[in-house]
């Protein structure tokens, strides 16, 4: 007997038994879809929630400002205000000019102080400003109770005063390091400095202690007494200081060691050009002080500073080796010293690379060792004096 299977009936069911699936998988593909777009609505909707919360968050919640970052707004405040009033600015040298933060404030120049700091802290502040030479130097001062408080360098570094052993000495109304191993180094922006000492009136005297720079004369002028470009002992009519002056304008990338910022920290002062004797034994520099060139901004130790610095009760004159002992500014180089011989025209000292003081030639070459005078206002920034962490300025 012949099949009763149909070819045509069995692809009839087939292609409705592909229909069904291709509607079930569409019905199943669209509530996927569906509940996808809702999952996102729902993401959506929780981050615009999140967003209007943070938002409004903002209006509420403070913002809390470092005690740094408040000097800085105060700073850049006064700044502004004296561009716009320059006729209230200081006009004499070392003038100085305060303003409060709640005078810029009333002027519109910075929010009051009380919406940058953290909620129980009162602060009052003020920005001294003051002429240094052609720059204006700004310094914000800011007193927080026991929270915080703006500190000088002079009150950092005058909390460690010694009696014996290395570390600073106080001499009278002055202070100076002496010894070998002394934490006395500041950091400012192109170089590494020293302190030699702090002056009655709280300026900072500072040595380089960077980069050696070039050998140089003192001054090789033909001296009519001896015959021969010996050099002249004349300080005010100098080579040296002709290069002196060059070297704190200089802004040559290979040459500079002071910033525009450095220079507006820095305050004049007068150097003491008195000559002294091989056996003169005066360590206070009453003997080179006798003679000074005024208003200046670059200088070199006195013989009488580098004696001080040592702690050997030998250094008794110019002719004591024992001047190199226990003496953190024997840095084993040749430098130049700012006093002349009053024993003849054309001898100044200079430190060997020993560390013994030495009469020599005028016109022979060793490298200047500049001093400067640091503002007495200038606040610390951070740094213990270290050579790891040596103090920097605000």
């Keep these: 007997m012949g099949s009763n299977f149909n070819v045509g009936s069995f692809n009839a069911i087939n292609t409705d038994e592909e229909n069904k699936t291709k509607k079930t998988n569409k019905g199943g593909n669209e509530d996927l879809k569906k509940k996808l777009i809702f999952l996102g609505a729902i993401i959506l909707g929780g981050a615009l929630v999140l967003f209007l919360v943070l938002f409004l968050l903002s209006f509420l919640v403070q913002k809390s400002y470092s005690y740094d970052e408040i000097e800085d707004i105060m700073r850049n405040a006064a700044v502004q205000y004296f561009k716009d009033n320059s006729n209230k600015l200081p006009e004499n040298e070392n003038q100085i000019v305060e303003i409060d933060a709640s005078t810029l404030s009333s002027y519109e120049y910075m929010d009051p102080l009380s919406e940058y700091t953290k909620e129980g802290v009162t602060c009052t502040g003020k920005v001294s400003v003051q002429t240094n030479g052609s720059d204006y130097l700004y310094i914000p001062r800011l007193e927080c109770g026991d929270a915080y408080t703006t500190t000088s360098l002079k009150e950092a570094v005058t909390q460690d005063v010694v009696t014996e052993g290395y570390g600073l000495y106080q001499v ?8 070998e191993l ?6 400012l922006d192109l170089a590494l400095w020293r302190i030699v000492k702090i002056t009655s009136d709280g300026q900072f005297m500072l040595i ?9 004369p003192w001054d090789d002028r033909y001296n009519s007494q001896v015959g021969y470009n010996r050099g002249i002992n004349n300080y005010s009519a100098s080579r040296i200081k002709d290069s002196l002056e060059e070297l704190y304008q200089s802004n040559e990338e290979d040459a500079a060691i002071l910033s525009d910022d ?3 920290k820095l305050v004049s002062f007068d150097l003491c050009i008195g000559k002294r004797g091989e056996s003169d034994t005066s360590k206070d520099n009453s003997i080179e002080c006798s003679e000074t060139y005024a208003n200046q901004k670059l200088g070199l130790l006195t013989v009488s500073d580098y004696m001080t610095a040592s702690l050997d009760e030998n250094c008794q004159n110019v002719l004591s080796r024992a001047c190199q002992n226990y003496n953190y500014l024997n840095n084993n180089q040749r430098f130049w010293l700012l006093t002349a011989t009053s024993d003849n025209t054309s001898d100044v000292y200079g430190v060997d690379t020993s560390g013994v003081i030495e009469m020599v030639s005028a016109s022979g070459y060793k490298s200047p060792r500049p001093v400067v005078m640091l503002d007495a206002n200038v606040m610390l920034d951070s740094g213990k004096g270290t050579l790891e962490k040596p103090y920097k300025l605000k």
């Design 262 to 264: 450095d220079r507006s």
């Design 172 to 179: 009278g109304d002055s202070y100076v390091y002496r010894g």
């Design 208 to 216: 380089y202690s960077g980069e050696d720079i070039s050998s140089m």
């Design 182 to 187: 002394v934490d006395n180094y500041v950091q």
